[in-house]
């Protein structure tokens, strides 16, 4: 198959044989059939480097500036007990395929859930980062430091850290690089205490500026820190944040931290490297076929991918397969087998997604029956 007349950030007038990037898993298409998108974007498939999965049918709970992630969490179980556990009613199996789809909806290829439940691979659904350690947080995990320093592998550490605005949070910083005594390869998330000093400490920082401005009215001084270790880039979960992660990605440019080409590279090419997925973060040949396709709304290719949203896109490649495609184009091109997708409707815009979101949607206001979900089904 190839896709033509489309731009990526940074040129024009380009195409994408996918024949040569991964498997073409669609029955309805050949390697010989070419499809005009007419000028819209296409980039790699985004790699959210931080989410909690199960928690993304919570609204976002919080009912003040917080000084750190302790203090949060002892609130918000005190005020909203019901809350909480009304959403944990749901069947975790149900909230952990909410937060794929949530993904899925925005151009999401690739996660890096941060969690030690069970992981539902799904098929046509992200890819899920599971090749790392895990650890909640310095002041939250029990026997931390025995689990950094006798692991068996050398898979790198993921754990929140100074996520916070008081001492106590940038404390946790220098107690978990003392105690990091086989030198452990650690990715932080959050750090928002974190300085110059002690982020060469670690091989990767995620930042999550959507969540840190909701919980503390703060972010990691991340134009600083970029100096000495690499910048990946997270959503966190609807707990603390928007669903829908171009509405991050936006007030991180608004921030002017990271360059255009910085930030677009922390969701694809530097992502992919740090978490070691080598056949994704590009559209080189030989690649994985982890593609999405926008339309365009300018004459600038870099504004037209940071204005993005889920109703702007008009195809997903998972693996060269079809996940995700707007309806013009399948009435245009007759190209997917119906019975295996979803019609929904975003923002007034008709959308196929890789079936089981219907059933999904059912299931959960089974025992949710007020939940509002951010589209449509027909």
């Not at 380009?14 to 296409?42: H, K, P």
């Not at 910085?262 to 994704?280: C, M, N, R, T, V």
Request: glycine share 6%; charged share 25%.
């Amino acid at each position: 198959m190839v896709i033509k007349n489309i731009s990526l950030p940074g040129s024009v007038n380009e195409f994408i044989n996918i024949g040569t990037r991964g498997e073409v898993l669609t029955n309805n298409y050949s390697d010989e059939l070419e499809l005009d998108f007419n000028g819209a974007i296409a980039f790699p498939g985004l790699i959210n480097s931080h989410d909690h999965l199960e928690f993304n049918l919570f609204p976002k709970l919080g009912n003040k500036i917080y000084e750190d992630y302790v203090e949060w969490g002892n609130d918000i179980h005190a005020k909203d007990k019901e809350i909480i556990n009304k959403i944990q009613s749901v069947p975790y199996e149900l909230r952990f395929k909410w937060g794929l789809y949530k993904n899925l909806l925005c151009g999401v290829t690739t996660i890096a859930h941060h969690g030690n439940g069970k992981i539902y691979n799904c098929k046509g659904m992200p890819d899920i980062v599971n090749h790392y350690n895990y650890l909640h947080s310095v002041r939250l995990e029990r026997i931390w430091k025995f689990k950094l320093n006798l692991s068996f592998n050398d898979n790198p550490f993921v754990v929140h850290i100074g996520e916070g605005t008081n001492d106590k949070s940038y404390d946790e910083v220098i107690e978990l690089i003392k105690w990091n005594l086989t030198g452990r390869k650690i990715i932080g998330v959050h750090g928002i205490s974190m300085d110059k000093k002690n982020c060469s400490n670690f091989v990767a920082l995620v930042w999550c500026p959507d969540s840190n401005l909701f919980l503390y009215n703060k972010t990691a001084d991340i134009n600083a820190l970029k100096k000495d270790t690499d910048i990946l880039f997270g959503s966190d979960s609807a707990l603390s944040s928007d669903w829908n992660i171009w509405n991050h990605i936006r007030l991180a440019r608004s921030f002017g931290y990271l360059n255009d080409i910085e930030l677009y590279e922390s969701l694809s090419l530097k992502a992919a490297a740090i978490w070691g997925l080598h056949d994704l973060g590009s559209l080189d040949e030989n690649k994985q076929a982890d593609i999405v396709i926008s339309n365009r709304k300018s004459d600038d290719a870099w504004d037209d991918f940071f204005n993005t949203n889920p109703e702007n896109i008009l195809l997903i490649l998972k693996g060269g397969k079809i996940v995700f495609l707007d309806k013009r184009y399948e009435d245009k091109y007759r190209i997917i087998n119906k019975t295996d997708f979803d019609l929904i409707e975003i923002n007034e815009v008709r959308k196929y997604v890789v079936k089981g979101l219907k059933k999904l949607k059912e299931s959960i206001l089974h025992y949710l029956p007020e939940y509002k979900f951010p589209f449509n089904v027909f």
